[in-house]
């Protein structure tokens, strides 16, 4: 997005990308870490579950997709405990994810503030349209903001409900979504089920896109 918004090259985004990644992978050790969905639980029971695990270790919630819809990460043993808690304060469903990395818990940090290092050097411009950060569910603003941002959402919580309701209480009327599958055209048609939605995926689907 920041890219299309011409804040910054697309070949400085990919390497930017990349590092992500790999400060990502090795911030916490293989098997270590973990990720789990709580679907059918309000925001604050999620929270005090994860809260309820922290003798554990770490346990956070770090994607709030949608109403009923929450990921939780940090250390296995703790997220192990958040899902069991999830569940007795009746969580419709509470399943690990088969992934190791806890992306975007406070066990991220070190990447992130690795990352910095990289994004400070990086040549960053005032989005020319409006970017916002899922993170903080607002606007990018100019270029340091930027480079705060993007290294802080490596250890933040995605905040997509509050981002899509940002979007929709700045004026959009319909949202796009581009790429392979449809997860958040999804997402945001539990967030908002009169907001009309489009995912282009192939010719087909982005002629329908344009035809409405």
């Given at each position: 997005a920041l890219v299309c918004a011409g804040a910054v090259d697309f070949r400085d985004a990919v390497r930017i990308?990349?590092?992500?990644?790999?400060?990502?992978?090795?911030?916490?050790?293989?098997?270590?870490?973990?990720?789990?969905?709580?679907?059918?639980?309000?925001?604050?029971?999620?929270?005090?579950?994860?809260?309820?695990?922290?003798?554990?270790?770490?346990?956070?919630p770090v994607n709030f997709n949608s109403p009923g819809q929450v990921v939780i990460a940090g250390d296995i043993a703790a997220v192990n405990r958040a899902i069991e808690n999830a569940k007795e304060r009746g969580a419709r469903r509470a399943i690990l994810l088969p992934v190791s990395v806890p992306s975007h818990s406070s066990l991220m940090r070190g990447a992130g503030l690795a990352l910095a290092e990289t994004l400070s050097a990086t040549l960053f411009r005032t989005p020319d349209i409006t970017v916002v950060s899922a993170s903080m569910a607002a606007p990018y603003g100019n270029a340091d903001d930027i480079r705060r941002q993007l290294s802080r959402q490596v250890y933040s919580a995605v905040r997509w409900t509050g981002a899509v309701a940002t979007m929709t209480a700045a004026g959009a009327t319909r949202f796009v979504e581009c790429g392979p599958g449809k997860v958040l055209a999804g997402l945001i048609r539990r967030i908002d089920k009169s907001m009309p939605v489009f995912a282009i995926e192939d010719d087909d689907s982005l002629v329908k896109a344009m035809a409405c």
């Open positions: 990308v990349r590092l992500r990644a790999e400060l990502m992978q090795a911030a916490v050790p293989a098997g270590a870490g973990a990720m789990a969905a709580i679907l059918g639980l309000a925001d604050e029971d999620v929270v005090a579950a994860c809260s309820a695990a922290s003798s554990a270790g770490v346990a956070e």
